[in-house]
């Protein structure tokens, strides 16, 4: 009975033990026992720009015993790394590749400046040898020197302008005048005293003699003249004659630069008067207005002939006294020169 009794004790201790038993060896039989053991990884061979260093722990990680020499920086992504945690004491920088700032101070000690040296940098100055600029200076500007063409005939005409002195003070002489029919109808000389105000504008003063038309006349003249806004070229001017006669003349011109050296020039004056005087062909108020248009070619700017066109018109009681000549316009080609 009793050895009945042990041999159901073994069975079910067999019966038991069995299931675990069977589990133990199928999970030793996943792993290949002959199998070698794996080599040690080279992290130097591997491609670490492919890494995401974000999610890794380098606090933990001992720098100092890693080759960074063989490291390829430029491919890492430093930006998603945290360096606050990283022990830089531990990194052996002279090993990465990096430049050394240069030193501030030279090599070599700068020596001190010699009296030798200082003679050869700053040699005396002889002042008899430098080239000033002139005191005097001086221009003769030939704006107009023409043949025209109207309705009323032909002619020849000018207008010219000069002065010496300096940049302050100067001597202005202005004349103007017109021929026709081998006779001058007119004619004018002036010289006025200038003196500049402003880089732009001088004022002038001083006197006017006209020779045509009919007797020789002199008037004391007062006016300014300069560059006004927008490169427009203006002067005024009043004189003052015998017998009470007030005359007032204006003047506009202005340069279009077309090509470097194609200039269109358009002009227009304008003459007034304060008194009647039939005798000189002068009558109170507007007496005459003339616009022209003038094309140049410079082919040195000290020397331009042109072809244009010009309009003269008279008024009032001048209109009645000029007759047929009241109202012309012109064909003109000419010359213009400076010296």
Do not use: C
């Not at 038993?21 to 996943?30: I, K, N, P, Y």
């Not at 006017?208 to 005024?236: C, H, M, N, V």
């Not at 200039?263 to 108020?285: H, M, S």
């Not at 700017?301 to 008024?315: K, L, T, V």
Request: hydrophobic letters at 35%; proline letters at 5%.
């Amino acid at each position: 009975m009793s050895r009945h009794l042990s041999r159901s004790l073994l069975a079910l201790g067999l019966a038991t033990a069995l299931p675990a038993f069977a589990q133990s060896h199928d999970a030793h039989a996943g792993h290949d026992m002959a199998a070698p053991a794996k080599a040690p990884v080279d992290h130097s061979k591997m491609d670490h720009s492919k890494m995401d260093h974000s999610k890794m722990d380098h606090s933990k990680m001992d720098h100092s015993k890693m080759d960074h020499s063989k490291m390829d920086h430029s491919k890492m992504d430093h930006s998603k790394m945290d360096h606050s945690k990283m022990d830089h004491s531990k990194m052996d920088h002279s090993a990465m590749g990096h430049e050394m700032p240069a030193p501030s101070e030279p090599r070599e000690p700068i020596p001190v400046p010699t009296d030798a040296d200082r003679a050869a940098a700053f040699p005396p100055i002889d002042h008899g040898a430098m080239q000033h600029a002139p005191e005097i200076n001086s221009l003769l500007l030939i704006d107009r020197l023409e043949h025209w063409d109207g309705r009323n005939g032909n002619g020849q005409a000018w207008e010219a302008t000069g002065w010496i002195g300096g940049n302050i003070n100067r001597l202005w002489l202005r004349s103007d005048g017109e021929r026709s029919g081998s006779r001058t109808e007119s004619s004018s000389l002036e010289a006025l005293y200038g003196r500049s105000v402003s880089p732009w504008w001088d004022v002038l003063v001083g006197v006017r003699q006209d020779f045509r038309p009919a007797d020789s006349r002199t008037w004391a003249a007062i006016g300014i003249q300069g560059l006004a806004p927008y490169k427009f070229e203006s002067s005024a001017t009043l004189y003052l004659g015998s017998g009470g006669q007030v005359l007032a003349k204006a003047e506009v011109e202005y340069e279009v630069l077309l090509t470097n050296r194609l200039i269109l020039q358009p002009v227009v004056e304008a003459t007034l008067a304060a008194k009647d005087e039939p005798e000189y062909g002068i009558g109170r108020g507007l007496n005459k207005v003339e616009t022209g248009l003038r094309l140049r070619y410079e082919f040195s700017r000290r020397f331009a002939p042109y072809i244009g066109i010009s309009h003269e018109r008279s008024f009032g009681d001048a209109a009645d006294a000029a007759g047929d000549h009241a109202r012309d316009t012109r064909w003109v080609a000419g010359v213009r020169m400076w010296f």
